[in-house]
């Protein structure tokens, strides 16, 4: 028998057990992060994740669980987190935006209690979150005149984005649920709000000062890999250092969510190698 994709009930079908600490980094109910820590004594390298789910209410942070938890035994702290997700009729402008910065830049108060390592951490971000990490990346960067800026934001060594979403432009003028996502989440669509699409697509706010490693299937039906070949492209030929690491058939949209097999392996690769 053909080996198969895995899918979105394979995600789901991961055990994942509970953190050592749930934060809240705001007052909204999801605006929240799970921190999972190693079992040795040190000062831990960080592992931030976004989960994806095109920006929609109806996915959480519960299906990268089973992620963090094997990222956690390879020996780093990991702060999964949760954002506001626009429902019907809302719009996450500029929301959801501003929760994953501030959850991002409270590691810096978590430091010292938890013996987190805040030069070394690492974004890791799939699909809808993939942009919201390359995104993050880049804030350092960002002028006064930029409508998300932030003045000290904390910086970052290394994003690993998976199956991300990197051009919001072309994304949100395409058809599909998850592109209406985008378009929800924005509040419109890219000629409608362009000055907001410019803002967070990772492709106008190039991660240049990082280490940037991509991991996307060519045969992704839900993000096409040209999302991930362009922006890899545009930050090299910027000056920066980025790497696309394309996973051949069957690999689909999913198979970087599976703690297990020939793709974990390669994040398990990629995490330990230092940035």
């Known amino acids: 028998m053909d080996a198969e994709p895995a899918t979105w009930d394979d995600v789901i079908a991961q055990p994942g057990g509970a953190a050592d600490l749930t934060i809240a980094y705001g007052q909204n109910r999801d605006q929240f992060g799970e921190l999972r ?18 920006w929609l209410p109806e996915f959480n942070l519960v299906h990268i669980r089973p992620l963090a938890e094997a990222i956690t035994r390879l020996g780093l702290a990991t702060w999964t ?3 506001r997700r626009p429902a019907e009729a809302q719009d996450g402008w500029p929301g959801t935006f501003e ?22 951490i690492t974004l890791i971000g799939h ?37 991300p979403i990197a051009d919001m432009v072309t994304y949100g003028h395409s058809e599909g649920s998850c592109p209406a996502g985008a378009r929800r989440v924005m509040g419109g669509a890219p000629e409608t709000h362009p000055g907001r699409y410019r803002a967070v697509s990772p492709l106008s706010n190039l ?7 991509v991991v ?13 070949e362009t922006y890899v492209g545009r930050v090299n030929e910027s000056g920066g250092q980025a790497t696309l ?6 690999a689909g949209h999913f198979d970087v969510l599976i703690s297990q097999g020939p793709v974990w392996k390669l994040l398990h690769q990629l995490l330990l190698r230092a940035p």
Not at 129 to 155: C, D, E, N
Not at 245 to 250: A, D, E, I, V
């Open 245 to 250: 690491y394309r996973l051949p058939p069957p």
């Open 37 to 54: 820590l190693p079992d040795h004594p040190g000062s831990h390298p960080i592992v931030m994740l976004i989960h994806g789910g095109c």
């Open 216 to 228: 996307h299937a060519l045969n992704d039906s839900i993000v096409p890999v040209t999302q991930s």
């Open 127 to 163: 699909s809808a979150g993939g942009q919201l990490a390359l995104w993050l990346a880049a804030r350092p960067s960002f002028g006064v005149s930029h409508p998300l800026f932030s003045p000290h934001p904390l910086a970052i060594n290394r994003v690993l984005a998976l199956a």
């Open 81 to 83: 987190i949760e954002y």
């Open 207 to 213: 991660a240049l000062d990082v280490q940037v490693d």
């Open 99 to 120: 929760d994953v910065a501030s959850a991002l830049d409270l590691l810096t108060s978590l430091a010292d209690a938890h013996d987190l390592d805040i030069d070394r």
